[in-house]
């Protein structure tokens, strides 16, 4: 079991236990916090979706997200980590969103920020905003820490 799965497995515990369900909406990750919970026998008692919203389009299309509502807000930051977090909780009627967004790399984005760089936030009966920064440029293993870094953050949530 990698170390995604392992965290996955801890989270789905929780979930499973708690009668309670997710939803996940990334970006730089490209899926891989979503192919962790899935990964874990049992997945469809807890997990009710989610997508990869990687573009202005897909935020418009697949989350319902105007460009009205992202005034002053933009990608990559926390504030949308946490709408992204919230809208998915919303949309797909879980009791936990879980959201991602950032620059893997291996350069930064076009907002400024650099390579490394994420916004993670969590919806539910808690709500958490955090930022990691990696200081790396490699894009394989930003994805896995950003994608590492959520799952520890939602896990961490779901035991207050």
């Not at 990964?39 to 897909?58: H, N």
Request: charged letters at 15%; glycine letters at 10%; proline letters at 4%.
């Amino acid at each position: 079991m990698n170390a995604l799965t392992s965290i996955a497995a801890q989270v789905a515990a929780k979930l499973i236990a708690n009668k309670q369900t997710i939803a996940v909406a990334e970006s730089s990750t490209g899926g891989l916090i979503s192919a962790s919970l899935l990964a874990v026998p049992g997945a469809s008692a807890y997990f009710l979706g989610g997508g990869v919203i990687y573009t202005r389009d897909a935020r418009r299309a697949l989350m319902d997200i105007p460009d009205d509502a992202m005034k002053g807000i933009r990608s990559a930051s926390e504030p949308y980590a946490q709408l992204l977090a919230r809208q998915i909780r919303t949309r797909l009627a879980t009791d936990w969103g879980l959201s991602e967004t950032g620059a893997a790399g291996p350069t930064g984005n076009r907002y400024g920020d650099a390579a490394g760089h994420s916004c993670l936030a969590v919806a539910g009966p808690q709500h958490e905003v955090i930022t990691l920064e990696t200081a790396s440029n490699d894009r394989p293993a930003n994805m896995q820490a950003f994608a590492a870094a959520a799952l520890e953050l939602l896990l961490k949530n779901l035991g207050r």
